[in-house]
């Protein structure tokens, strides 16, 4: 992503409810191994199979509080794995911030739940947290991410920029 | 219009008059933890800048002593760090090892009005000292050691106001426990406790607290000061202590009164800490092959007097494991002269080394397959103790010393009349 382009996103929709938590996203089998094998481990011991069914481009939708636990690299497996983005009822403070430093898009979009199916088609303008469902010509109004933070996330998250300041290897 | 103690912490941190709930803050970071998982090959960038190197303190703590050539790894790298920037708080394996958060509440690292960074999401723990703590993850860490600075989305807060004495036998936790299964999540919003019942909960009670609010899923806890925690801080510490309290007029998303006298034991269900507590009673009887007592949240000296009050002249139940973990070797050490190991080895338990040990799975005392534990310490997802198919009830360390000697969910309460 360029710090330029306008975020939007069209894709599959996969649902996932209440309280995801990031030892579902990241399990501690996982975490020891490579960044490039903690993907296949998604959602392992609550939905096996999960992680070879998805392709890139594809939107994760969630109930309350998605990503609560730890401070662990979760948003990175689902960035890794291709979500497009994340649209959730909330999200969990913590996870938020990891996903912006990881460049992983996420809103929170109170009423999202009501409005997509697993299997649906979801359509994003991120910048103006527009969300719309094609089929139906239905569209709901998420909460933006702030300015600042958008920077971060299009800068592709925290590292490119501190490797750009010579802080970091 | 006021601001709660958050607000009002948050808005002198980033040198504002006001902040209000929506804005994004930017501020300079007084503390900030970096851990042995920071460290680990798949996670750590290195660091060519420190803004300041009196501001970090590096605490090896999830896997301590190393648990394998990964984690031994993670050491050496953490421990190249500090020699090359000349960190000097620096807890290693030996003397003053333990869990992050209860290094920060033993050593005085956690200073009033201040804001405090570590890549654990139990952060939040030193709340308790009346600071803006929360975790985060290791780029925004790396961010902050490299710069000295983070931001933070201001959220309304919801007013915890605490009235009553818990009864004898029903601690911290429990009051947790009431508190995610009758309210649920807090994503995006703060808490605040206060009120007249903080006078009966001593600093670690009120640690457990903050520690667990992590599982509410808060942006920060945050408690009230009062000379009890500044008594506590002053003893450890030479810095100069600038506490904050909430305006009178601080606008709040909700006021909530907890009455601690009416609370009791209480268990979260397996796989979740939301919306998932239920009376002891409700699961006394189910048969368990693990008991653990430990953890940031229940590793301190108040929760090992308990598990060794319990367990003094009785027997751990055949075939039930039953381990005990001090959150840090200070807790072991004052543990150890007050008699607690010795009451709870006599009576079967294993008291480990300091370190986070079985609460992550990550090393000592992990699941197998259908096993089920029932846990004092921060989370009970599935999988998070190891095999995704063990059970994992979470209660008090009475609750869980108790149910030890039964052999499985036992009332506490017998204990304490
Ligand atoms: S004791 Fe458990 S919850 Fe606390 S920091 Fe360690 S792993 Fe995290």
Redesign the interface.
């Known amino acids: 992503m360029s710090a330029t382009e306008h975020l939007r996103m069209t894709g599959r929709v996969w649902v996932v409810g209440d309280n995801i938590n990031t030892d579902l996203i990241l399990p501690i089998q996982a975490y020891y191994l490579s960044v490039e094998e903690q993907p296949a481990w998604v959602f392992s011991a609550n939905r096996p199979g999960w992680s070879d069914e998805v392709t890139v481009g594809d939107i994760l939708v969630a109930g309350r509080n998605f990503g609560v636990g730890s401070s662990r690299p979760a948003a990175r497996s689902l960035k890794n794995l291709g979500i497009a983005c994340l649209l959730a009822e909330s999200i969990n403070g913590l996870f938020y911030r990891n996903a912006i430093n990881f460049a992983l898009p996420a809103l929170e979009a109170p009423g999202i739940m009501a409005l997509f199916q697993e299997g649906d088609v979801a359509e994003i303008d991120f910048e103006a947290a527009k969300i719309t469902k094609p089929e139906r010509n239905e569209a709901l109004e998420a909460i933006a991410m702030p300015e600042q933070l958008l920077g971060i996330l299009k800068a592709g998250g925290i590292y490119p920029l501190l490797q750009s300041e010579n802080l970091i290897e | 219009m006021g601001m709660t103690a958050i607000e009002k912490i948050l808005a002198r941190n980033s040198e504002q008059s006001v902040v209000r709930p929506g804005d994004?803050v930017t501020t300079k970071v007084e503390t900030a933890i970096l851990f042995d998982?920071n460290f680990m090959a798949?996670?750590w960038?290195?660091?060519?800048?420190v803004h300041d190197p009196d501001k970090v303190v590096v605490v090896f703590d999830h896997r301590a002593p190393a648990s394998?050539v990964?984690s031994a790894q993670a050491h050496q790298t953490g421990r190249a760090f500090v020699k090359q920037f000349g960190i000097s708080r620096f807890h290693d394996i030996g003397f003053d090892q333990g869990i992050s958060h209860a290094i920060v509440a033993d050593y005085g690292y956690g200073l009033p009005g201040t804001v405090l960074l570590c890549?654990?999401?139990h952060t939040c723990s030193a709340g308790v000292f009346n600071l803006a703590a929360?975790?985060?993850?290791?780029?925004?860490m790396?961010?902050a050691v490299?710069?000295g600075e983070t931001?933070f989305?201001v959220?309304e807060t919801v007013r915890y106001e605490l009235q009553g004495e818990l009864r004898p036998g029903v601690s911290a936790k429990d009051v947790f426990l009431h508190l995610a299964g009758t309210y649920g999540?807090h994503?995006?919003l703060n808490v605040e406790y206060g009120g007249p019942g903080l006078a009966g909960l001593s600093v670690n009670a009120r640690r457990t607290l903050t520690t667990m609010s992590a599982?509410l899923?808060?942006?920060f806890a945050t408690f009230e000061p009062d000379d009890v925690m500044l008594d506590f801080v002053a003893a450890r510490t030479d810095q100069e202590l600038q506490p904050v309290w909430p305006d009178e007029d601080a606008v709040y998303a909700d006021r909530r009164v907890i009455r601690l006298d009416q609370i009791a034991p209480l268990v979260a269900l397996p796989d979740?800490v939301?919306n998932n507590s239920k009376p002891v009673a409700d699961v006394s009887g189910q048969a368990i092959d693990q008991a653990f007592i430990g953890s940031c949240a229940n590793g301190t000296l108040d929760d090992l007097a308990i598990a060794a009050r319990v367990l003094e002249g009785k027997r751990v139940h055949d075939g039930v494991r039953l381990l005990v973990t001090p959150a840090t070797q200070n807790i072991y050490r004052e543990a150890l002269r007050r008699g607690y190991v010795l009451a709870i080895t006599e009576a079967g338990g294993v008291v480990t080394n300091a370190t986070c040990g079985a609460c992550?799975?990550?090393s000592l005392g992990v699941l197998g397959p259908g096993e089920t534990c029932i846990t004092a310490s921060t989370?009970n997802?599935?999988?998070?103790m190891?095999d995704?198919e063990a059970k994992i009830f979470m209660a008090s360390p009475a609750t869980v010393a108790a149910s030890a000697i039964q052999g499985s969910i036992a009332d506490p309460l017998e204990y304490f009349r």
């Open positions: 994004i998982n798949t996670t960038r290195k660091i060519l800048h394998h990964l890549s654990d999401s929360r975790g985060v993850g290791s780029p925004d790396t961010y490299t710069k931001w989305r959220g999540d994503a995006t599982e899923s808060v942006e979740a939301l992550g799975g990550g989370r997802f599935k999988g998070r190891g995704a």
